[in-house]
């Protein structure tokens, strides 16, 4: 039979304790060597990884919320300014509009009032003509009637008196 | 029939200096543990950790967090060491699934590690209270209870060593018994077929004793690291 | 001569040194009943109670495994044959 420590060494055995010792120290070392740090490490290095993550987060949630307002700013702008535009192009609109009636109006007044020149004038030459048509027709009927030869300047004197007394009543 | 239950063998002998089966199975399972911690913790990665990864962090966590809760937070140093005493007592305690001699099955290794814990408790009492605090404790509440704090405080780890070493060695023990019942009784049962050699084939002793030895070492042996653990640690922390 | 009623003497002590076994055997299974008594009340609770308790029940089987440590010195290791 092989040599054998006692199966409950008392006391106890000095070697093997130690032993136990050395070795218990050693693995000791070795596991926090071996696995506790990098674990550990690996831990804090993710933990800070995520706490990066919620700041970058947070400051892209704050970027957003600003570029959000710069918009809805802008937005705003935008409508306003377009609301001006319409209503400047309203106005121009309308101002022409007005200038153009107000021209036209114009115009046909000019228009009616060159017409009615030109009838009266048309009226008056008419009644010039007429006048002349009458005279030369009521000399040559007055001619005619009297049959008598008029000196020239009681003629005329005479046709200005018939025609004035025609002008009158005409 | 002569059954013996012995201790453990000594392997290498030179003077009085010699190596036992508990100090060589200590290195293989300490050899074991280093190379798992390396397995484990090979190619840790940041993101998308692998499956052997998530279960290194789990039991870092569950070692850290388990420190955390019975020491405090300003104990949370003693993580390493309670896990190394926790995977070495439970591979030391199941080694004896493997046929070996189980490393806690031998009074001097838990003898070891209890005064280890008794040296850390010692040690933490003087760095609260210092040396002359530490040695005031021991005449409280009167100078009569001297004796009996000694004595308290002596009785803690062979307590703590007697009771780890008494709940492994009982199984070595029970199995032994087991072992050797059951060989007698299948040779009873072979007893009539009339050639020596077959009659002398253990039949029963294959299977059955690695059942009891499920319960016998599995749950005793993660039981009492368990609580050799939770005891250092209450004794550690426990410290005014 | 001597030696036999050492010897004896050691077997008949072991064997006594196991009653301490009727100890932790009634401590533990009033601590088992309580237990179980602790999961009927709060079910949900019932991982904190089983730990707890094997804890206990751990600690509490000290004294008998005292017991039986002093049983397996008295036939395995015997002290006693030395001092003749």
Same mark, same amino acid.
């Given at each position: 039979?092989? @040599?054998?420590?006692?199966?409950? $060494?008392?006391?106890?055995?000095?070697? %093997?304790?130690?032993?136990?010792?050395?070795?218990?120290?050693?693995?000791?070392?070795?596991?926090? /060597?071996?696995?506790?740090?990098?674990?550990?490490?690996?831990?804090?290095?993710?933990?800070?990884?995520?706490?990066?993550?919620?700041?970058?987060?947070?400051?892209? $949630?704050?970027?957003? /919320?600003? #570029?959000? %307002?710069?918009?809805?700013?802008?937005?705003?702008?935008?409508?306003?300014?377009?609301?001006?535009?319409?209503?400047?192009?309203?106005?121009?609109?309308?101002?022409?509009?007005?200038?153009?009636?107000?021209?036209?109006?114009?115009?046909?007044? $000019?228009?009616?009032?060159?017409?009615?020149?030109?009838?009266?004038?048309?009226?008056?030459?008419?009644?010039?003509?007429? @006048?002349?048509?009458?005279?030369?027709?009521?000399?040559? #009927?007055?001619? /005619?009637?009297?049959?008598?030869?008029?000196?020239?300047?009681?003629?005329?004197?005479?046709?200005? /008196?018939?025609?004035?007394?025609?002008?009158? %009543?005409? | 029939?002569?059954?013996?239950?012995?201790?453990?063998?000594?392997?290498?002998? !030179?003077?009085?200096?010699?190596?036992?089966?508990? *100090? *060589?199975?200590? !290195?293989?399972?300490?050899? *074991?543990? *280093? +190379?798992?911690?390396? !397995?484990?913790?090979?190619?840790?990665?940041?993101?998308?950790?692998?499956?052997?990864?998530?279960?290194?962090?789990?039991?870092?966590?569950?070692?850290?967090?388990?420190?955390?809760?019975?020491?405090?937070?300003?104990?949370?140093?003693?993580?390493?060491?309670?896990?190394?005493?926790?995977?070495?007592?439970?591979?030391?305690?199941?080694?004896?699934?493997?046929?070996?001699?189980?490393?806690?099955?031998?009074?001097?290794?838990?003898?070891? !590690?209890?005064?280890?814990?008794?040296?850390?408790?010692?040690?933490?009492?003087?760095?609260?209270?210092?040396?002359?605090?530490?040695?005031?404790?021991?005449?409280?509440?009167?100078?009569?209870?001297?004796?009996?704090?000694?004595?308290?405080?002596?009785?803690?780890?062979?307590?703590?060593?007697?009771?780890?070493?008494?709940?492994?060695?009982?199984?070595?023990?029970?199995?032994?018994?087991?072992?050797?019942?059951?060989?007698?009784?299948?040779?009873?049962?072979?007893?009539?077929?009339?050639?020596?050699?077959?009659?002398?084939?253990?039949? +029963?002793?294959?299977?059955?004793?690695?059942?009891?030895?499920?319960?016998?070492?599995?749950?005793?042996?993660?039981?009492?690291?368990?609580?050799?653990?939770?005891?250092?640690?209450?004794?550690?922390?426990?410290?005014? | 001569?001597?030696?036999?009623?050492?010897?004896?003497?050691?077997?008949?002590?072991?064997?006594?040194?196991?009653?301490?076994?009727?100890?932790?055997?009634?401590? =533990?299974?009033?601590?088992? &009943?309580? &237990?179980?008594?602790?999961?009927?009340? =709060?079910?949900?609770?019932?991982?904190?109670?089983?730990?707890?308790?094997?804890?206990?029940?751990?600690?509490?089987?000290?004294?008998?495994?005292?017991?039986?440590?002093?049983?397996?010195?008295?036939?395995?290791?015997?002290?006693?044959?030395?001092?003749?």
């Amino acid at each position: 039979m092989d @040599k054998a420590l006692q199966f409950v $060494s008392i006391p106890p055995d000095l070697w %093997t304790l130690i032993f136990t010792w050395a070795n218990l120290l050693i693995l000791f070392l070795l596991v926090k /060597k071996l696995l506790f740090k990098p674990i550990m490490n690996i831990i804090k290095q993710r933990e800070d990884e995520v706490g990066k993550m919620y700041e970058d987060a947070q400051t892209a $949630s704050d970027h957003a /919320k600003a #570029m959000e %307002t710069e918009y809805t700013e802008k937005l705003a702008n935008a409508k306003t300014q377009a609301e001006s535009i319409v209503a400047d192009a309203v106005q121009n609109a309308q101002a022409r509009a007005d200038q153009i009636v107000s021209d036209s109006q114009a115009q046909a007044a $000019s228009m009616i009032e060159g017409a009615q020149a030109r009838i009266a004038r048309e009226q008056k030459a008419a009644v010039e003509e007429a @006048k002349g048509e009458i005279c030369s027709m009521a000399v040559l #009927m007055a001619s /005619k009637v009297i049959e008598k030869d008029l000196d020239a300047a009681a003629q005329s004197a005479l046709i200005e /008196k018939c025609m004035d007394e025609m002008g009158d %009543t005409l | 029939m002569n059954i013996s239950v012995s201790g453990p063998k000594i392997l290498f002998e !030179w003077g009085s200096f010699h190596i036992t089966e508990t *100090v *060589v199975n200590g !290195w293989i399972i300490m050899a *074991v543990i *280093v +190379l798992l911690c390396i !397995w484990l913790t090979h190619g840790l990665k940041l993101r998308n950790p692998s499956k052997k990864q998530i279960v290194a962090e789990k039991l870092v966590m569950m070692a850290t967090n388990m420190v955390r809760d019975t020491m405090g937070e300003k104990y949370i140093g003693f993580a390493p060491y309670i896990g190394t005493l926790f995977a070495f007592s439970v591979l030391g305690s199941l080694s004896s699934l493997l046929g070996m001699r189980p490393m806690t099955g031998d009074l001097n290794t838990t003898l070891g !590690w209890a005064l280890v814990t008794f040296v850390l408790v010692q040690g933490n009492n003087i760095r609260i209270n210092g040396l002359g605090g530490w040695l005031k404790s021991f005449v409280q509440p009167v100078a009569v209870m001297l004796p009996m704090n000694i004595i308290g405080e002596i009785a803690n780890p062979i307590s703590m060593a007697f009771r780890h070493f008494g709940n492994i060695a009982s199984g070595i023990v029970i199995s032994t018994l087991i072992y050797s019942a059951l060989g007698a009784l299948s040779s009873t049962i072979l007893s009539f077929i009339p050639v020596e050699f077959i009659n002398s084939i253990p039949i +029963l002793q294959v299977g059955l004793p690695a059942m009891l030895s499920i319960y016998f070492d599995l749950f005793t042996g993660f039981l009492q690291a368990y609580i050799f653990c939770m005891l250092t640690m209450s004794f550690v922390s426990g410290v005014e | 001569m001597e030696r036999a009623i050492i010897l004896a003497a050691s077997a008949i002590g072991a064997g006594l040194a196991m009653i301490a076994g009727i100890g932790p055997g009634i401590g =533990q299974g009033y601590a088992a &009943g309580k &237990g179980a008594e602790a999961v009927g009340r =709060q079910p949900e609770a019932k991982g904190d109670i089983m730990s707890t308790m094997l804890l206990g029940c751990a600690v509490a089987e000290s004294t008998g495994i005292y017991g039986l440590v002093v049983a397996m010195i008295l036939l395995f290791a015997n002290p006693l044959i030395n001092l003749l």
